[in-house]
Nanobody
Framework: QVQLVESGGGLVQAGGSLRLSCAAS????????MDWYRHAPGKQRELVAS???????NYADSMKARFTISRDNARNTVYLQMNSLKPEDTAVYYC??????????????WGQGTQVTVSS
């Protein structure tokens, strides 16, 4: 059983910062790419950023200058540092990770999501 648990969401004023964390646990053999997605009301879910096991990163263009994804492989944790937050960043943020277990190939697992609300 693999679990991804996000934390760090909350309410922040525009211009503020938040740091999200997502820890993977369970019977894992290895973790590949880890991602952050977000889903705002009335919009489609979108990829925010991703990071490979080797540390290569990819960002959505609209967030590249303000968000930073990082990971701690020893802790099986991925982070999302969000600066200069805007009201339009309000969404539920989900982490996802490609994880290989002892009983199967790499499979995409999802966390339960954490709410980020940015007030104007």
């Amino acid at each position: 059983q693999v679990q991804l648990v996000e934390s760090g969401g909350g309410l922040v004023q525009a211009g503020g910062s938040l740091r999200l964390s997502c820890a993977a646990s369970g019977s894992m053999v290895s973790i590949g790419t880890m991602d952050w997605y977000r889903h705002a009301p009335g919009k489609q879910r979108e990829l925010v950023a991703s990071i490979t096991s080797g540390g290569n990163t990819n960002y959505a263009d609209s967030m590249k200058a303000r968000f930073t994804i990082s990971r701690d492989n020893a802790r099986n944790t991925v982070y999302l540092q969000m600066n200069s937050l805007k009201p339009e960043d309000t969404a539920v943020y989900y982490c996802a990770a490609d994880i290989r277990t002892r009983i199967g190939p790499y499979t995409l697992y999802w966390g339960q999501g954490t709410q980020v609300t940015v007030s104007s």
